[in-house]
């Protein structure tokens, strides 16, 4: 309500690309630069937990580099993309790695859980988007949206669609099962950053052209996702 500093969160020794709320309130995930991935508990000092590095024996270490973090809806589990191209599951508790999700060319830029848990979504600077069974770590789908290189992609609303936005000045709604185009948003003047659901089945997008855009979901494109 203030706008006042709460905290300094200080530890990370490069850019810190990404950051996380656990939905439980209790911690936040932050990823960085310097190929660590570490979990803050803002009511404790605040506290500082190093969940891992990506850091490789024997391989350059730009690429454990992370770009993307995301917390499970439960609280237990941290999705990371990295620069060497792949995702890495992660145990909350234990820092352990649970699965290494592989198949991107590129820098995975975002990283999303499903509702349940059990699938994800990665979008990277290859082009493409996949949907990922968390249980497996096997590709259920990959998607080519025609975007140039993929900054964000979210679940739409009931997670039967996908929104995603890059290097285009445009984003796109997809079905989720056939990858049909549902829909196309036009009007940033630069790419497309960051998206997020709002309310009233709305989509906000922030821009490099320095702007955010609330956008209402066309009709026609929920009509063809109930049929």
Do not use: Y
Not at 173 to 181: A, D, E, P, R, S
Request: glycine residues 10%; hydrophobic residues 40%.
């Amino acid at each position: 309500e203030s706008g006042l500093e709460l905290h300094q969160f200080k530890g990370h020794t490069h850019n810190i690309m990404a950051v996380a709320w656990a939905a439980n309130g209790e911690f936040l995930i932050t990823g960085s630069l310097d190929t660590t991935i570490r979990r803050w508990i803002p009511e404790t000092s605040p506290e500082m937990t190093m969940l891992g590095t990506c850091r490789q024996p024997d391989v350059n270490n730009w690429a454990g580099q992370v770009w993307a973090v995301a917390v499970s809806p439960d609280s237990t589990r941290v999705l990371a993309g990295l620069r060497d191209h792949s995702i890495r599951l992660i145990d909350v508790e234990s820092g352990q790695q649970l699965l290494s999700l592989g198949g991107h060319t590129d820098q995975v830029r975002s990283v999303v859980f499903s509702q349940a848990g059990t699938r994800c979504l990665s979008g990277s600077l290859d082009g493409t988007i996949r949907l990922w069974d968390l249980v497996t770590g096997e590709t259920l789908h990959e998607f080519h949206p025609d975007l140039g290189a993929i900054n964000t992609a979210i679940f739409g609303p009931g997670e039967t669609s996908i929104l995603t936005g890059g290097q285009h000045h445009s984003f796109v709604m997809l079905n989720i099962h056939n990858g049909q185009l549902l829909a196309r948003f036009t009007g940033h003047s630069e790419p497309i950053a960051a998206l997020a659901l709002g309310p009233s089945e709305a989509v906000l997008s922030g821009s490099h052209d320095a702007t955010m855009r609330r956008w209402p979901i066309p009709a026609a494109a929920l009509t063809d996702l109930r049929q």
